[in-house]
């Protein structure tokens, strides 16, 4: 922190780096400070440094896919331009044949999340898992979010520890972290009033973590939300990583537009840089920080490497949720076009699983 010290302009940022390096903790005020400071780059270089006291010069990837095994869902949540009712049009379903044709050999980790069929029994979901366990035993499994484990404990009546347990012994590994969107009443009510709030999608975490399951939490930012309601979200779920150290990773979500009219426009690059940078700095008990370059667009994934974040996510594949909504990035990256953004970026490329192992360092940056 003292070699950065000469980068810091602001005087607001200065007492909060000062209490970095003194080892404090940063607090409600300290978060609204670092999400008002004109100094953008301050603020940059001081998530930056703390990203590399964290993972150094590391910026991890993982070879994954994506699967959406159907958009159709019971609810209607009105940021969403994925989910579909059933005859429409976009609706649709994916057969197990499909799914499996997702996943290869070369594949670390799939990624499955999608709607909450009004007609699919728990067991669809759970055959999903099994099929691919079966098929693909050293694929890494991260199955349903928090929203979709409520649903499955209240179709198939079994408590929420069932459903995990039912998961974890077809396959499942690790549980993402969407759904969460942004912990606030106000919020919710307006854009997604029918699906779970804070405190299930906290419990649901809560316990996955005390079964041994590991997880990733989200902030879907850049609608409605406030900046002060950012900041609470990001506390809330500092505070349930003091408690079970559950959490891999934290994910911004920069929310897509698309034909939604809820806002006029996208969050700003500089917004988005600056909410990684925030949540780098407030989230001291998160190691990994990532930059979904699906929603942020390659160009602002990549400055988001020297703005505190050490994770792109992945080559993903085929990425539909996003894409619904009109994101203008690729469906799919290759491993070799990560490996020149990260090195671009000045970092070192890493290839990891699931849960963070490093499989591959892809050689250090000259
Ligand atoms: S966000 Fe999820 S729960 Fe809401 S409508 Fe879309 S798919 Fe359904």
Not at 17 to 43: I, N, S, V
Not at 139 to 165: C, P
Not at 221 to 249: A, P
Request: proline share 4%; hydrophobic share 45%; net charge negative.
């Amino acid at each position: 922190m003292e070699r950065i010290r000469n980068r810091v302009t602001d005087p607001a940022l200065k007492g909060i780096l000062q209490k970095l390096q003194d080892g404090r903790r940063l607090d409600f005020e300290d978060g609204m400070a670092l999400f008002a400071t004109p100094d953008f780059l301050g603020l940059g270089a001081m998530a930056n440094d703390v990203k590399e006291q964290k993972t150094g010069e590391d910026a991890y990837f993982v070879v994954n896919r994506q699967i959406n095994p159907s958009n159709i869902c019971v609810l209607s949540c009105k940021f969403c331009e994925f989910a579909a009712k059933k005859g429409d049009s976009k609706a649709y379903e994916m057969s197990l044949d499909e799914i499996l044709a997702r996943c290869g050999d070369d594949v670390a980790e799939v990624h499955i999340v999608g709607g909450l069929h009004p007609d699919w029994p728990f067991d669809v979901y759970l055959d999903i898992v099994r099929t691919i366990r079966k098929n693909f035993p050293r694929i890494q499994i991260k199955a349903y979010t928090a929203v979709e484990v409520d649903f499955f404990s209240r179709i198939a009546k079994l408590s929420v520890e069932k459903v995990l347990e039912r998961l974890r012994e077809a396959g499942m590994d690790t549980m993402p972290g969407g759904g969460a969107e942004v912990f606030s009443e106000r919020v919710k009510k307006d854009l997604f009033p029918q699906k779970i709030g804070a405190e299930p999608w906290l419990r649901i975490h809560r316990l996955a973590h005390r079964m041994g399951i590991r997880s990733n939490a989200t902030l879907l930012y850049g609608h409605i939300e406030t900046r002060e309601e950012r900041v609470r979200h990001m506390l809330l779920l500092r505070d349930l990583q003091d408690e079970t150290h559950g959490f891999l990773s934290f994910i911004p979500l920069s929310f897509q537009v698309g034909t939604t009219q809820i806002v006029d426009r996208p969050a700003s690059a500089m917004e988005d840089l600056r909410t990684i940078a925030v949540a780098r700095l407030l989230l001291d008990n998160f190691v990994h920080i990532k930059a979904y370059w699906v929603m942020l667009g390659l160009d602002v994934t990549a400055m988001a490497l020297n703005f505190g974040a050490d994770d792109l996510d992945g080559t993903i594949g085929k990425e539909t949720i996003a894409h619904m909504a009109g994101a203008d990035s690729p469906a799919g990256l290759t491993r070799n076009f990560l490996v020149g953004m990260i090195r671009e970026a000045g970092r070192v490329p890493v290839v990891r699983d699931g849960l963070y192992n490093k499989l591959e360092v892809i050689g250090s940056v000259a």
